[in-house]
């Protein structure tokens, strides 16, 4: 079952605007990741933040994690509509040392011109 | 260009049929890992491998198998297909399996099962 689940699904703004995209997760966690998805490609890492942190910054992303809340977002500021894409959250889930990671369903981000 | 190769792209199988995706690696990275994306469920991960010779099970493993020969190829075999099985498979990569870094992903393979 997925351990971590996006909100909103879709979200439509225009070039410029920024993005927020929300990841809620049910376990503890060691670190939570996330991804970037073009239509018809692979997934693209964008960003790692660890339990023991509570934001990180790349370039235009953002990333908060609150574990209390077991939730954390990813904003992107400024969008452009290179940016449309799926972004998925996901988490790692620790066994015997080694981590495999869960994947939520994701959020399509349509930036229009 | 280093990252990780799939093959085939896309595939119209028969349902009894057995095959093959292949995924191959330039990284050197340890981990592998077989994930399926359908539409409405998000990725769902089928099979791992922490190391060459190792494999593991995830969440969706029935109907699938793995083998790690040597560090970069991590093919996953169908031994009967079923329609349930038309999905599209990526493959991943990480370089030391603890979840300290993230995850390479190949370009997927668009599986049809009729």
């Known amino acids: 079952s997925q351990q971590g689940e996006e909100d909103p699904q879709a979200l439509s703004i225009q070039e410029g605007e920024n993005a927020t995209m929300n990841c809620s997760y049910k376990t503890s966690i060691n670190n939570l990741q996330w991804y970037r998805q073009n239509s018809g490609r692979g997934l693209v890492h964008l960003i790692l933040?660890?339990?023991?942190?509570r934001e990180k910054h790349s370039g235009r992303l953002r990333v908060t994690l609150d574990t209390s809340k077991k939730s954390s977002s990813l904003l992107i500021t400024a969008s452009r509509a290179a940016d449309t894409a799926s972004y998925f959250c996901?988490?790692?889930?620790?066994?015997?040392?080694?981590?495999?990671?869960?994947f939520g369903k994701g959020t399509m981000l349509l930036v229009s011109p | 260009i280093a990252g990780i190769t799939q093959a085939p792209t896309s595939q119209i199988l028969a349902a009894g049929r057995r095959m093959t995706l292949r995924c191959t690696q330039d990284m050197r990275h340890n981990a592998m890992y077989w994930y399926r994306q359908d539409l409405g469920l998000g990725l769902r991960l089928i099979h791992y491998?922490?190391?060459?010779?190792?494999?593991g099970k995830g969440e969706v493993p029935d109907g699938y198998s793995v083998s790690r020969a040597n560090t970069d190829d991590f093919p996953l075999t169908l031994a009967s297909a079923v329609p349930s099985q038309t999905s599209v498979y990526f493959c991943?990569?990480?370089?030391?399996?603890?979840?300290?870094?993230?995850?390479?992903f190949g370009s997927g393979t668009r599986l049809t099962v009729v």
């Open positions: 991943a990569s990480s370089d030391d399996g603890r979840g300290t870094d993230g995850y390479t």
């Open positions: 491998s922490n190391t060459a010779g190792t494999t």
């Open positions: 996901a988490t790692d889930a620790r066994n015997s040392g080694y981590s495999t990671l869960t």
């Open positions: 933040i660890r339990s023991n942190e």
